[in-house]
């Protein structure tokens, strides 16, 4: 637990790393491509549990000993895993259906490998972009959320006292 609040502390300095311009506008950056990534996740997700699912079934019809996922649906995915990370262990697929197995193994390095991690690549490519191309208003951007999100710790009494005149940020851009 504690090396959870440990990750969870360090993580928690990106937060205040938007204080600072030139780190406000790479926060800004993750978050975007965190957002739009999401839906590529879930794609991504359902063929690990496809993959991981059909090369566990083919693994626990070996014979005892033989079997080269050493356990549930869960390892399939994690096996499946590895094999997109680079781990192309192949000495243990055992001595069933060897060569659907093999033929699993090349479609799923080609499709989650090469064209599930170069569309990852682009969408990464052009959630930069388009935040780069807003940098110095998603900077901005980052500095009044900052704001907003701490004036709760500003007593109402202390902030009337010297926004009374000025209550709201207005931002203007000219188009």
Do not use: H
């Not at 950056?29 to 359902?46: A, G, H, Q, W």
């Not at 055992?94 to 193994?105: D, H, N, S």
């Not at 390095?109 to 940098?135: D, G, H, R």
């Amino acid at each position: 637990m504690q090396s959870v609040i440990s990750l969870i502390l360090w993580l928690k300095m990106l937060y205040f790393l938007r204080i600072f311009k030139s780190t406000g506008y790479y926060i800004r950056t993750i978050v975007e491509v965190v957002k739009d990534m999401r839906y590529f996740l879930m794609m991504l997700l359902l063929t690990f549990i496809a993959f991981g699912d059909s090369l566990s079934q083919i693994s626990s019809s070996n014979p005892e000993g033989k079997d080269f996922i050493n356990g549930s649906f869960f390892t399939g995915i994690a096996f499946t895993y590895r094999m997109v990370l680079g781990d192309f262990d192949t000495n243990a697929f055992g001595e069933i259906a060897v060569g659907y197995v093999w033929i699993l193994f090349i479609l799923c390095t080609v499709f989650n490998m090469i064209i599930m991690m170069n569309l990852l690549v682009a969408i990464i490519s052009e959630s930069f972009a388009q935040v780069n191309s807003q940098s110095e208003q998603a900077g901005y951007q980052e500095q009044a959320d900052l704001i907003y999100e701490n004036s709760i710790l500003i007593p109402r009494e202390r902030q009337e006292l010297y926004c009374k005149d000025s209550k709201y940020l207005i931002v203007a851009i000219d188009k």
